[in-house]
Each structure stands twice: as structure tokens, then as C-alpha cells.
């Protein structure tokens, strides 16, 4: 029942004296209903273990894979969501299409894309502005229409990159009760990174990542 699982998979960006290693031979596996957080210091290659996980950086070593999703990417990328850290919403789209922007891409027709992303900005408390554009924001708005895109394909994988990074600790506090809502209300397993403390708290695991070794506490059943 895994959903991603990480078998001594590196990544190394560069070449010869120039290569940095940010992510050493990690083994550890997603299973649904999974609650992680990895945290670690800047440069510690959370960021690089998530986007392996995602799909979106291929390991230069050792394997990623989806045992239980498709093996073709398209197919994959709707049940594998990111939410990033800084802002990544199209500026003059309204929110409503920014939440729909993600369906529509994978293949979703216009009225089924407008009907999920109805549904998910309802799930995350941003019906209200559905017709407002996205530039005029504020972080935390912003950061709660992102969960709603990143849900609107009910995702059975979350991935969340410092999703509370760039956020005062109050809109944080709440950007993360949206998103542990969301993810309940979906039935998707969560990963965050973060360097907060207190989110990583609020999350069942904790992973830890070393200089790009990562310590996982050790778990049955997961490979
Ligand atoms: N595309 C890239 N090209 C070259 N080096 C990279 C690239 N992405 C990451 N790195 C390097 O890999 C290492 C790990 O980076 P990564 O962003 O994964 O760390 P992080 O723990 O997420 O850091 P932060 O908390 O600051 O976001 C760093 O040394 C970084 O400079």
C-alpha cells in the first residue's frame, strides 16, 4: 500500500568538482494517511527528497517509485499534489481559475475542472474569492488558494514544501490547519518540510534530513 517509496535514491546536481550531493542514498516509503514532517537544516536537501517523491527531479541514483499509482507520468501527476513555498499562482488569472488551472492541464474538461475546483475552494474556506485575481492576495490567501489547487484532483499524495515559510506564525498556524484539514477531508497522505518546530509538531512523523542523509525512525511493513 505504498505510495512512493525511495530506494537508495540519490541526487547529485553538477558534474566532477562542481557536483553537489543533495540528497544521499535515502530509503524510506509513503503510506496512505501518512502525516510527515521533514525537517532539517537550510541546504539539507528537503527540498530535493520532496521533489524526488513528486516526480519532478529523477534520482541520479537508486530508485523512486509509485507502487500503487500509474506508471505513466500524466496519470500520476493527478493523484501526486505540490504545494511550494513562494507564490505560485498566476498573477492575472482569478482564484477561481488558478484552483481549476491544475484539472484543466492534467485533461479535465472546463465544467468538471470548474466543478472540482467549486468543491475544493468551498473544502479550504476560499469560495468567497473565487472571482478575485490572484495578484491581489495576501500571502495567506494565497497560500490556502494553493491547497485548494493542489486538492482540487483529490490527490491521494500531498507535498508541501515550507508551505508556511514565507507566512507571519499566525497565518501560518492556520495555512496548516487548512492544509491537515484539507488532506483529512481528501483521505491524502501529507509530507511537509519545514523548518518550524511547531509544524513539524503537528504532523504523526518526523522525518529528519542530515546533509542529505535522511534519518527515518525506523517502521515495519514500509519496504
Ligand atoms: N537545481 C539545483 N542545481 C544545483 N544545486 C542544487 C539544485 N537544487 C538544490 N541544489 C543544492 O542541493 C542542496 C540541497 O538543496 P535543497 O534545496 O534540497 O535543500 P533544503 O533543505 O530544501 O534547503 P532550504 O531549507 O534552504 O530550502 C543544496 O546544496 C543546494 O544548493
Redesign the pocket.
Known sequence: MTLVRCVDASRT??QGDQA?V?VHGCTCGVEPGARIAIT??????????LHLMAGLEAPTGGVVEWPELSDRAVERSRDIAVVFQGPSLLPALTVEENVALAAVLTGTGESEADRRAAAAMETVGVAALAGQLADTLSGGQAQRVAIARAITLRPRLVLAD?PTGQLDAETGEHVLEVLLAAVHETGAALVV?T?DPVVAGRLGEHWR?DD?RLVVPAREGVL
Open positions: 546536481f553538477g553537489v543533495a532539517g537544516s537550510s541546504g539539507s536537501g528537503k527540498s530535493t527528497l515550507e518540510t523548518h534530513m542529505g
